[in-house]
């Protein structure tokens, strides 16, 4: 079995429901406001662990309340701390995220997630991959921290796996050092320049990606399903049918249980398929980190 080793951000998620999204400069009532653990890093990272891989986090979190909480909840999963910083001159960061009709707009203050230094990054990661385990990242650590990390992993031999969000723009010259990539929609169409409206745009997308050198690619299209391709070619998994409540851990679900399954051995179609099955138990719940599924949850899942 593979290790698994995060670089990713530590958030504390601040959450309401509403009707509809607030038009410029109005006030409306919300309902349902809740705190809960959260960050696209730790949110994968907690994923990959409680769907049975080994993970080792690198990050920060500020010296406050939400900071402990959040260390408290990764330990809790049993994620190895050891490299998560403890900053004092950054908070830690924060989403506030709009609920709505069981979708989700997030706003983010990145705070400690962009106090990481890069040597201690670097050296994190020889202290805690090795050739043949995954590293994966995220865009809610400082952008060019983000790339040098990802070339490092890649040139020690490890699995790298990116999910480029918040999505911009990345040079020609990094995608090579991506041996997987996943992204939803929105996140395609700013990466490719074409939103993926149907299988065949989803295909020609991905392969646009592969054609810069990645080996794996992912887009997710929500209630739709996913769709994969890799050298042997292209996969399309259909959503499981559930009715949703919170969609703000469904994409980092998924990414969770693919590293999980890449980890466990199994197959790129087989990951997409068990990815497909979490993330529709995690949009069924309310939450970030409190609605991951656990791998019994999972496997108990009949087939659709």
Request: glycine share 10%.
């Amino acid at each position: 079995m593979s290790n698994v080793v995060v670089l990713g951000s530590l958030n504390m998620d601040l959450s309401i429901n509403c009707d509809r999204i607030p038009d410029a400069g109005e006030t409306m009532e919300g309902s349902g406001f809740i705190t809960n653990p959260g960050g696209k890093g730790a949110n994968q990272a907690v994923a990959a662990a409680r769907l049975g891989a080994p993970v080792r986090f690198i990050g920060a979190v500020g010296e406050d309340g939400f900071g402990e909480v959040l260390l408290g909840c990764m330990e809790g999963a049993h994620i190895d701390v050891s490299h998560i910083q403890k900053s004092a001159a950054f908070p830690t960061g924060t989403a506030t995220i709009l609920r709505c009709d069981g979708d989700n707009r997030i706003i983010l203050a990145h705070g400690a997630n962009y106090s990481l230094d890069e040597d201690e990054v670097l050296k994190a990661i020889d202290e805690l991959g090795e050739p043949g385990d995954v590293f994966l990242a995220q865009f809610e650590t400082e952008e060019q921290l983000t790339y040098t990390a990802l070339k490092h992993a890649h040139d020690k031999g490890m699995f790298t796996m990116i999910n480029p969000a918040p999505a911009h723009a990345i040079p020609d010259d990094l995608w090579p050092y991506f041996d997987y990539v996943c992204i939803n929609e929105t996140e395609c169409e700013i990466l490719c320049g074409e939103y993926p409206y149907g299988l065949e745009d989803a295909s020609h997308a991905a392969q646009k990606i592969r054609e810069k050198g990645v080996g794996q690619v992912v887009i997710t299209m929500g209630e739709h399903g996913a769709f994969g391709a890799d050298e042997d070619g292209e996969f399309f998994v259909p959503s499981r049918k559930v009715e949703a409540l919170d969609t703000t851990a469904a994409g980092d679900t998924y990414i969770g249980a693919m590293i999980a399954a890449h980890a466990l051995g199994k197959s790129f179609k087989e990951a997409m398929e068990y990815a497909t099955k979490a993330s529709s138990i995690t949009v069924s719940r309310l939450g970030a980190m409190q609605s991951i599924p656990s791998k019994d949850e999972v496997d108990a899942l009949k087939e659709a």
